[in-house]
């Protein structure tokens, strides 16, 4: 079963606007993760947060964390055409051994 | 470093041929993770590993066996192929314990006929 439930499943945007996408999961985690996936490769870590943290920047990118509501967000901001790709959350349901369930991903198109 | 390796890129079989896919990486990672994706859905975890010679099942497991007998590879072997086994086929690695991010490779693009 897929826990991470992402909206929406496609996005499609103008260069220099900002991108979100959200997830949604079903069980209690450790961590919540996000990944891109340019066609026909395989995914790039984005990042991490912890189930204690409720916001995380890195570069142009802020997530955010809910516990309470089951929710992260993925804010891509002053997006560019580079950034085209499928964008994957991905939970650890609480356990070790990282085991990852992974959402069915937001494909998000830039245009120039 | 090479990172995450998978042979081959792509493959063709017939129903009832057998083929192993190799991972290996170059990291000292302890934890390996065999996934697949299939059109419009996330990845699914077929198999995984936590150290050398130790192997589990994941959430869609059946027609795959897995072995882990070094540390750096982890196979993924399709006894009995079967055109619901058409699929790209991942193969990710990670430092172990604790939050970690996995390391991907670049698929196995798998057709059965």
Known sequence: ?112 | NAGVTQTPKFRVLKTGQSMTLLCAQDMNHEYMYWYRQDPGMGLRLIHYSVGEGTTAKGEVPDGYNVSRLKKQNFLLGLESAAPSQTSVYFCASSFGQGAREQFFGPGTRLTVL
């Open chain 1, 1 to 112: 079963s897929q826990q991470g439930e992402e909206d929406p499943q496609a996005l499609s945007i103008q260069e220099g606007e900002n991108a979100t996408m959200n997830c949604s999961y079903k069980t209690s985690i450790n961590n919540l993760q996000w990944y891109r996936q340019n066609s026909g490769r395989g995914l790039v870590h984005l990042i991490l947060i912890r189930s204690n943290e409720r916001e995380k920047h890195s570069g142009r990118l802020r997530v955010t964390l809910d516990t309470s509501k089951k929710s992260s967000s993925l804010l891509i901001t002053a997006s560019r055409a580079a950034d085209t790709a499928s964008y994957f959350c991905a939970t650890d349901g609480g356990t070790s051994y990282g085991k990852l369930t992974f959402g069915q991903g937001t494909i998000l198109t830039v245009h120039p």
